[in-house]
């Protein structure tokens, strides 16, 4: 049996096998999201919480949380409140004895493997109950690129000076990667992406230049 939800293990690892096998797919579970109604206190809330559901269905990619959350989950607010599994208080699992336990009942250490170990190993996660965070009603976001010939190699040592000592509300995420010169036709050069997510606005981010 391959569990699947997104369907987006980089492996294939939920829909290959060298045997004949079956494939129970999770995303429907996904769409009830009845675990995260529960921890509902006001209406209000409710309201705000299904239409937050309706946008993550509609604009959000398809990864599933099935294999995101079992494998950690890093996202770009993770300086500041962790990785996805930090912000998991509950699981409900179905055993391969057709047991469906929850933290209490499948005890700490199987509840550390399915929140980071991949919970295809240990059986069918059917619900994690997750605490949300809170995200500033303004952020700021931008996306800057330098290339070798745009004095890369100074600003990638002087990011990796910086990057673990600037405020937990700025995440910045650095890539390298190859592309066309557009100095010299038909060489390539390396380039540097900075992707960055400021939970406040550009005011406050800017004193941090
Ligand atoms: C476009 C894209 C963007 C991504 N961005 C990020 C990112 O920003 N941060 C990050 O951390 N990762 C990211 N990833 C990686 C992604 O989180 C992992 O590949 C994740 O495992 C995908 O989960 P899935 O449910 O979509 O995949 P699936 O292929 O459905 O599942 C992945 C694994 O989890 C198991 N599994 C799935 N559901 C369950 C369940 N209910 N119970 C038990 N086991 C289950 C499967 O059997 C399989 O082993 C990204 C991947 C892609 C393709």
Known sequence: MKIRSGGH??????????VPFFILICSTF??????LKMRLHGFKLEQLLVKFLQNCRENLSTVGVGGHFSGGGYGNMMRKYGLSVDN??????IDVNGRILDRASMGEDLFWAITGGGGSSFGVV???????????STVTVFRVTRTYEQNLTNIVYSYQ??????????????????VNSSVRTGEK?????????????????LPHE
């Open 9 to 18: 293990d980089y492996e294939g690892v939920s829909y290959v096998s060298d």
């Open 30 to 35: 996904v769409q009830s999201m009845s675990v």
């Open 88 to 93: 998991i208080i509950d699981a409900q699992i």
């Open 126 to 136: 059917l619900a994690y109950k997750i605490k949300l965070v809170r995200v500033p």
């Open 161 to 178: 000076q910086v990057a673990d000592k600037l405020p937990e509300e700025i995440f910045v995420r650095m890539t390298l990667g190859v």
């Open 189 to 205: 050069t390396n380039i540097a992406t900075f992707l960055t997510l400021f939970l406040g606005d550009s005011e406050k981010l």
